[in-house]
């Protein structure tokens, strides 16, 4: 029997390298001979830039940025030399977990340190960008990294602008006479993990901005800022972006690369397993294992889960899927999960959730009772 285990990290506690570990676990203390192969895998956010560095041959390259609130911290990108490429993720510098739960407010959160990165790589020679956008604390449509690149923003009566989601209503003006040159002869690949317009009932404040600590007020402002944002730009750049699918991710900083920068958006895990020869792992599968923090409808909008279960569909391999939390149950087996696990087996608050451990126990309890089904009813041999 042979098993790929593909999952994503459970966002603010594992690592999909973690998750895979526990699964692995899990699996061996039912059968120990299964064959087993782990593919870490991510979808543009937390995890993207060291599974796709590591599977390149790349290095690691630390720096200080600026976090979602502008406190200086040490951020880490991917470097491959001979290609002169870089490879970053979004939530290294902008991440949701860098922020406290009660400082969370992407009125003023800001994407200035996913800038200062890029500018660190153009520095050392870099001329290709493979850029994972997910997990932001951030709903400024990439103002800030635009800033730190060196465009201005200015108001009506031409006050130059500051950072955070609640500029994007008061731009008027938009000045990239400054843009560093070099990012202009750049070539930036953004693995982007969902299709969400820039604004809208489905855009970035609508559906993200209220686990980023948005009131409903607030959503209400960040959602005409992105408008406004998206008719400045049509009038002053003459790009159209607010309706391309992916425009609307982490906070709307798709659009952003769409309307400043040579930039091309790709389906964040179709580009992962793509580059992972993903196809080629699934020969001889008997079963697929894959998973994320929370499985709900947003799974079936380009997570991880629901690209690895199209792959394995096409080889009619069955799939399971595991979370720290479940919803939407019967659209997920609609969707073609054969069964959708939660982990938990007990009520507990949401710091013990996501303890690590807990979460790594509660995983390999979960894949160990699933495999004694698969043991009793599928033996091998």
């Known amino acids: 029997m042979k098993i790929v285990i593909a999952c994503d990290s459970f966002k603010g506690s594992c690592s999909s390298e973690q998750v895979a570990d526990s699964v692995e676990k899990g699996i061996k203390s039912v059968i120990p001979d299964c064959r087993v192969e782990k593919i870490p895998v991510a979808d543009g956010g937390e995890g ?46 902008c991440g949701l977990t860098l922020v406290l739960a009660e400082e969370r407010n992407p009125l003023i959160t800001t994407t200035f340190g996913v800038g200062e990165m890029i500018l660190d790589a153009l520095d050392r020679g870099c001329r290709k960008f493979i850029i994972g956008i997910g997990g932001s604390a951030t709903n400024d449509g990439g103002m800030g990294m635009m800033q730190a690149l060196g465009v201005s923003f ?46 809208g009932e489905n855009g970035a404040a609508f559906v993200f901005a209220p686990q980023k600590g948005a009131s409903e007020h607030d959503i209400e402002i960040l959602d005409a800022g992105l408008r406004n944002y998206a008719e400045v730009i049509k009038k002053e750049r003459g790009k159209d972006i607010d309706l391309i699918p992916g425009s609307g991710a982490a906070g709307g900083i798709g659009a952003a690369f769409l309307a400043f920068l040579p930039s ?19 020969k001889d599968t008997d079963w697929v294992i894959t998973g994320e923090g929370k499985l709900d409808r947003q799974t079936t909008m380009g997570k991880v889960p629901m690209g690895v279960l199209k792959y394995a569909q096409t080889f009619d391999i069955p799939v399971i899927a595991i979370g720290g939390s479940v919803e939407d149950t019967d659209m997920l087996n609609d969707a073609g999960f054969l069964s959708v696990l939660s982990i938990q087996n007990a009520p507990v608050d949401l710091e013990k959730a996501m303890e690590i451990p807990y979460t790594q126990a509660n995983i390999e309890r979960t894949i160990s009772q699933f495999m004694r089904i698969i043991n009793k009813y599928m033996p091998i041999g």
């Open 154 to 199: 200015y108001d009506e009566e031409n006050n130059l602008l500051g950072y955070g989601g609640e500029q994007l209503i008061k731009i008027a003006r938009i000045d990239t006479s400054s843009l560093k040159p070099e990012a202009l002869q750049s070539e930036f690949t953004i693995i982007c993990d969902v299709e969400n317009p820039l604004y």
């Open 48 to 93: 993207t830039m060291r599974t796709l560095t590591n599977a390149m041959g790349g290095c690691f390259l630390k720096m200080f940025t600026h976090d979602p609130i502008m406190k200086k911290k040490e951020s880490c990108y991917g470097f491959i030399e001979s290609e002169k490429t870089a490879v970053m993720e979004i939530a290294e510098t």
């Open 264 to 282: 091309i958006l790709k389906p964040g895990i179709q580009c992962v397993l793509d580059f992972l020869n993903f196809n080629n792992l699934l």
